[in-house]
C-alpha cells in the first residue's frame, strides 16, 4: 500500500514538474531499502512515462519556452550521459551524501531563496 501512496504523490509532482523523481529516490533508499544507484535506475524509467503524461498538458497551456527547448534538451542529454558514467564508477555511500547534500541544498534554497514573482 505504501508503495502506491508514494506512486501517487509522486506522480502528483511530476505532475506539476517539480521533482516527483526526487521524492521517490527518498522512499526507495530509506524507506525500501534499496541501493542508490537500483533506486536511481528504477528513478529514470519512472521519470520517462511520468514526463510524458505531464508533457501535453504544459504544452496546452504555453508552459514550453521552445527557442529554449531544443538547447536544454542537448545539455541534458551529454550531461545525464556523463554523469551517469561518473555515477556508476562511484561508491555508494559517496553517491549517498552527494544525493543528501543536493537535498539540503534545494531545501535550504527553496526556504531562505528569494522570492521570485512573475
Not at 522512499?27 to 519512472?46: C, E, K, P, S, V
Request: with cysteine; glycine share 16%.
Amino acid at each position: 500500500m505504501l508503495p502506491l501512496a508514494v506512486g501517487a504523490a509522486t506522480g502528483v509532482l511530476s505532475g506539476f514538474g517539480v521533482g516527483g523523481g526526487t521524492l521517490l529516490l527518498v522512499y526507495m533508499t530509506a524507506f525500501a531499502g534499496l541501493d542508490q544507484r537500483l533506486a536511481q535506475g528504477i528513478n529514470l524509467l519512472y521519470f520517462l512515462p511520468a514526463g510524458l503524461m505531464a508533457l501535453p498538458a504544459h504544452i496546452k497551456n504555453g508552459c514550453i519556452e521552445k527557442p529554449v527547448l531544443l538547447p536544454a534538451i542537448g545539455g541534458g542529454l551529454v550531461c545525464a550521459a556523463l554523469a551517469a558514467w561518473l555515477a556508476t564508477g562511484m561508491e555508494v555511500e559517496l553517491l549517498r551524501k552527494c544525493f543528501g547534500g543536493f537535498l539540503v541544498l534545494v531545501g535550504v534554497t527553496e526556504l531562505f531563496g528569494k522570492d521570485q514573482e512573475k
